[in-house]
């Protein structure tokens, strides 16, 4: 019996090694394996680690997919002073399958459609998908947007933006007074108010009030409006009354207009005084 009890202590000792021979041989298999992943993950995978180190956010990218440059303004039209914003952040890499705000794009090249003075083109380079710019003139202006992702390829979109003139105030300043016969500030029985419009305007408004200056109750003020155009044609032409010091307005506005050239208001008192107060604008949006 003591024979019986030996032989199976011997025994389960082959079998302990044997087991432990296969673990030993398993591991190093395993670890030749999990070595040749860790290398193909190395060289596929780029990591976004925080101050511990670990993994945030993994970024797998398809270097066969070009990114795809999206390009949008918050205005097309514009005056000039006019800062105009960008925006490029719909702009993405097809094969960016993170969630990182950048979409696969890690650069933004805006090109603004003018030159320097030494030629070279006026652009800016940013990491971000928007940027603000003031054009220096007016003028049409072709702004182009290239982005870049992370295996270097690139692609572009463009956009027209068109820089127009600040809007045109038109205005006597202080009321002026005219009539006939002259009296104390009563400068003559006329005024007269220019402006000129440049090309591109889209509209003209135009308003004139006159105020009667005696002052005796009743007495009657007429005063005559004539608005021509750069060619000279007469486009508005009214008597306006105003009895005492009661105050009457003139609007004028065309349906068509040239838009475009010198304007030329006479204002002509031939019956009393009165004062008078111009207001008007031009616009080019």
């Given at each position: ?8 202590k ?64 918050d ?16 702009s ?66 463009s ?17 002026i ?8 500030g ?29 002052f005796?109750?009743g ?36 349906e ?8 030329n208001?006479?204002?002509h ?14 616009t080019?949006?």
């Amino acid at each position: 019996m003591a024979s019986s009890r030996s032989r199976k202590k011997s025994s389960g000792k082959k079998i302990g090694a044997l087991s432990i021979t296969l673990i030993i041989i398993g591991s190093i298999i395993a670890l030749i394996v999990i070595g040749a992943g860790g290398n193909f993950i190395y060289n596929k995978v780029t990591g976004i680690l925080d101050k511990d180190d670990v993994i945030i956010n993994d970024t797998i990218t398809d270097d066969d997919k070009d990114p795809v440059a999206i390009l949008t303004a918050d205005v097309y039209r514009a005056k000039l002073g006019t800062s105009i914003n960008f925006d490029g952040n719909e702009s993405y890499d097809p094969g960016y399958e993170g969630n990182l705000s950048s979409r696969g794009i890690i650069f933004y090249i805006w090109n603004f459609g003018y030159y320097n003075e030494d030629g070279t083109p006026v652009q800016d380079t940013t990491v971000n998908g928007t940027t603000g710019h003031t054009f220096p003139e007016r003028g049409d202006f072709t702004v182009t947007l290239t982005v870049i992702d992370e295996s270097e390829k690139e692609d572009s979109a463009s956009v027209s933006i068109t820089i127009v003139p600040p809007d045109l105030v038109i205005t006597s300043g202080n009321s002026i007074l005219i009539g006939d016969p002259l009296g104390p500030g009563v400068i003559n029985n006329k005024t007269e108010i220019n402006w000129t419009i440049e090309d591109g305007a889209t509209a003209m408004w135009l308003n004139v009030t006159v105020s009667g200056a005696n002052f005796m109750e009743g007495q009657q003020n007429l005063v005559e409006i004539t608005l021509e155009d750069p060619y000279f044609n007469v486009l508005a032409n009214k008597t306006i009354k105003a009895i005492g010091r009661e105050i009457a307005e003139f609007t004028f506005s065309a349906e068509e207009l040239v838009l475009y050239g010198s304007y030329n208001l006479l204002i002509h008192a031939f019956e009393g005084a009165a004062l008078i107060s111009v207001t008007g604008g031009v616009t080019y949006i």
